[in-house]
């Protein structure tokens, strides 16, 4: 799968693209074209989750972003009161558009919002030689259903046998297994079985903010086909700006894989990213309502 190479220079784990580090030159011709990284997600007017957080998330870390729209939202720190599907054909447009035009190394899907789209997409990425990470949005971050289907094994089906990389929490990762889970034990082996059960499938990470949420550390688990599950253990910080933490976290991975080219680098290192934001948001009042607001994505 055709990746950017190594980055020209990092700091404090943070590393800066080649074609960003290159200076400027009104002469100078570009003999490779650099990779993109393209979101396929829904609208979020407060710029906290879905397309606005994806773009800000590749744009901080420092690889280009595309977008294509699946959704439009109307919604806040209140929650979600509207959600407007688009056309699957119009979605696949947009999406066929930007691969025309620009080298796709990685796309990143978010709310699909019917199995109308999924299934459009799945047909597209049929085709696709590059990374697809899915992080598989069913509601929002307060309980409003996202998805309009009656069946996750049909979008699975549709779509996730079509990913390289899953990035459920435990909720969405329940609902795909068709099961309660309670324990990192019981996650694990859902993701062990998502993984036997999808050939294309790469890794799926389990995310743990809402695994255990009594314990004063969240413990993220990244499992790989017949191979050793790796585990990044971070302090749980106590945030009301947390809206959009799923989009930002598989937009983060997506971007550090590109920059990488290695699952578990691209795992460690949107963890740390993840801490910052986390940190840094937590002491600036966004919204009126002064919870559920939005993370500052930028380091």
Do not use: W
Not at 29 to 50: E, M, R
Not at 107 to 119: D, N, Q, R, W, Y
Request: glycine share 6%.
């Amino acid at each position: 799968m055709a990746t950017q190479a190594t980055a020209l220079f990092c700091y404090n784990g943070f590393c800066i693209p080649p074609f960003l580090a290159q200076p400027f030159s009104m002469n100078h011709t570009q003999t490779k074209i650099s990779p993109t990284v393209l979101t396929i997600a829904g609208s979020d007017p407060t710029g906290g989750a879905g397309i606005q957080a994806d773009l800000k998330t590749m744009t901080a870390i420092g690889v280009y972003g595309a977008a294509a729209i699946t959704c439009i939202t109307v919604q806040n720190s209140r929650g979600v009161t509207e959600s407007v599907p688009l056309d699957g054909g119009l979605v696949v447009r947009q999406v066929q558009a930007v691969l025309s035009d620009h080298h796709v190394t990685h796309i990143k899907i978010g709310m699909v919002g019917t199995i109308e789209i999924a299934s459009a997409l799945g047909k597209l990425l049929a085709s696709y030689q590059g990374e697809v990470i899915y992080d598989p949005v069913f509601t929002s971050t307060t309980g409003q259903s996202l998805l309009s289907c009656a069946s996750l094994a049909e979008l699975s089906d549709q779509l996730i046998s079509k990913v390289t990389v899953l990035t459920p929490n435990c909720l969405e990762l329940a609902q795909l297994c068709q099961q309660e889970i309670a324990t990192p034990e019981e996650a694990l082996a859902c993701a062990r079985t998502i993984l036997a059960r999808h050939e294309h499938l790469q890794a799926v990470i389990v995310k743990g903010g809402h695994l255990e949420p009594e314990r004063p550390d969240i413990h993220d688990y990244l499992v790989m086909k017949n191979q050793e599950i790796r585990t990044s253990k971070r302090i749980r910080i106590k945030s009301a700006n947390l809206h959009g933490t799923g989009c930002t976290y598989a937009s983060a991975f997506a971007s550090f894989h590109c920059l990488e080219s290695d699952y578990s680098k691209a795992f460690s290192l949107a963890a740390t990213y993840m801490d910052r934001i986390i940190s840094k948001s937590n002491s600036i009042l966004l919204v009126k309502s002064s919870k559920n607001g939005p993370l500052v994505h930028y380091l």
